[in-house]
Each structure stands twice: as structure tokens, then as C-alpha cells.
């Protein structure tokens, strides 16, 4: 079975530091990776997405990840932070074979703190 | 309008109740996926409907819970007989075209049912 692990359920950190997310994932076959933001009161939204290539992925706002499969890895960096930020963060997994559906195996959520 | 939209965003009900929760997905996406989000916990799979077929109802926790698109576009969502362990923010998603991983989910609001 497949699993995403978000190492952090909680990351405070001050305006303009660098942030890491990280997310870690188990799988016996191979998977596609996401990253998705969740500001309050709104719905999920796509930061980013890896499917193939080069296994660092630019994202939305300023946003990247990078894909170790070593490692089994998908850590989310931003090397600037906003206070429009804050957010919750949530790591996701989907299969990658010819009969897969493409429902999201979601991790826990990493709350993202920005202070001023 | 130009997002998927869930109603109401908002259900209290008393346990034992019938609640029926609605999605109205991006107009001609013909993927459409419900998730279940605990507090705490991030998004966990119900089902999935291509067009109007109900293609997987795996991870519905038990026959209490049904989901419905019969003309292919909004989605309903029910709960028999209401549980306080039924309690969590249900989201849709839809995507494009056929149920496939390079298509990109895009969420709703999502509803927060609060059973007592």
C-alpha cells in the first residue's frame, strides 16, 4: 500500500527565512507527486506537480520541489517566505501505471506559520 | 461560475439524520472525485464517477454511504442514519477529462458536517 508522510505538522518561521516542508512517501510502484495549499476557508489548490524529467519542479509562488527516489523524497523549499503564506500544505501521492484512477493519497498536513 | 462549488458549506445535524451534500463540478470536467477529510488528518479517498459511472466506491467506509451523478455533472453525496465518528470537512474535486494522473484535481470548498 501507498503512504505519505509529512515529517512536520507544524512550521513556524519569520518573513523572509527560507522554508523546507518536507514529505516523504512509500510505495511498491512507481508514483506521481504533488504538493497542494490550503489557505483558510478556501479549497485545495495545485502548488506543484512532478509526472517525469528533471526532478526539480517549480511551482506556483514562488514555490519548488525536488523528487529523490533514492530517498523517497519530495521535500517542498521556498527560499523567501510571505505572510500570505500561511497555509496548511499537504503532500500527495498518486499511482503511476496505465490502469490507475488518479485519486490523491494525501499526507497529514504541514501547518505553515509566517510572522512578521 | 468558473470553480468547482460544494453546498452547503455548512451542516449541523442530529445523529440518526439523513444529510445529502452536493458538488457542482467545473463545467464539462468529466472526472469527478470525493474526498474525506478528518480534523487533523489530511483528505482520504470516498469515490470517483467518470461521466455519470461510479468507477470506484472502495474507499466509502461503509453502506451508510452513497454517491450519485446521474446526469454526468453534480454529484450528491449521502449519509444515512448520521454518526458522530461521520463528522469532517467532505471534499469534491473534478478534473478534465477521463480519470487519469496527468490530469491536475481541482477542489472545492469543501462541506463541514458536524453531526451531534
Known amino acids: 500500500a501507498q503512504s505519505v508522510t509529512q515529517l512536520d505538522s507544524q512550521v513556524p518561521v519569520f518573513e523572509e527565512a527560507p522554508v523546507e516542508l518536507r514529505c516523504n512517501y512509500s510505495?511498491?510502484?512507481?508514483?506521481?507527486l504533488f504538493w497542494y495549499v490550503q489557505y483558510p476557508n478556501q479549497g485545495l489548490q495545485l502548488l506543484l506537480k512532478?509526472?517525469?524529467?528533471?526532478?526539480l519542479v517549480k511551482g506556483i509562488n514562488g514555490f519548488e520541489a525536488e523528487f529523490n527516489k533514492s530517498q523517497t523524497s519530495f521535500h517542498l523549499r521556498k527560499p523567501s517566505v510571505h505572510i500570505s503564506d500561511t497555509a496548511e500544505y499537504f503532500c500527495?501521492?498518486?499511482?503511476?501505471?496505465?490502469?490507475?484512477?488518479?485519486?490523491?493519497?494525501f499526507g497529514k498536513g504541514t501547518k505553515l506559520s509566517v510572522k512578521p | 461560475g468558473a470553480g468547482v462549488s460544494q453546498s452547503p458549506r455548512y451542516k449541523v445535524t442530529k445523529r440518526g439524520q439523513d444529510v445529502a451534500l452536493r458538488c457542482d463540478p467545473i463545467?464539462?470536467?468529466?472526472?469527478l472525485y470525493w474526498y474525506r477529510q478528518a480534523l487533523g488528518q489530511g483528505p482520504e479517498f470516498l469515490t470517483y464517477?467518470?461521466?455519470?459511472?461510479?468507477?470506484?466506491k472502495s474507499g466509502l467506509p461503509n453502506d451508510r454511504f452513497s454517491a450519485e451523478r446521474p446526469e454526468g455533472s453534480i454529484s450528491t453525496l449521502t449519509i444515512q442514519r448520521t454518526e458522530q465518528r461521520d463528522s469532517a470537512m467532505y471534499r469534491c474535486?473534478?478534473?478534465?477529462?477521463?480519470?487519469?494522473?496527468?490530469?491536475?484535481?481541482?477542489f472545492g470548498p469543501g462541506t463541514r458536517l458536524l453531526v451531534l
Open positions: 464517477f467518470n461521466y455519470e459511472a461510479q468507477q470506484d
Open positions: 500527495a501521492v498518486t499511482l503511476n501505471y496505465g490502469g490507475s484512477q488518479g485519486n490523491l493519497i
Open positions: 463545467s464539462g470536467h468529466v472526472s
Open positions: 510505495s511498491s510502484v512507481s508514483v506521481y
Open positions: 474535486a473534478s478534473s478534465g477529462r477521463l480519470a487519469g494522473v496527468l490530469e491536475t484535481q481541482y
Open positions: 512532478y509526472l517525469s524529467g528533471s526532478t
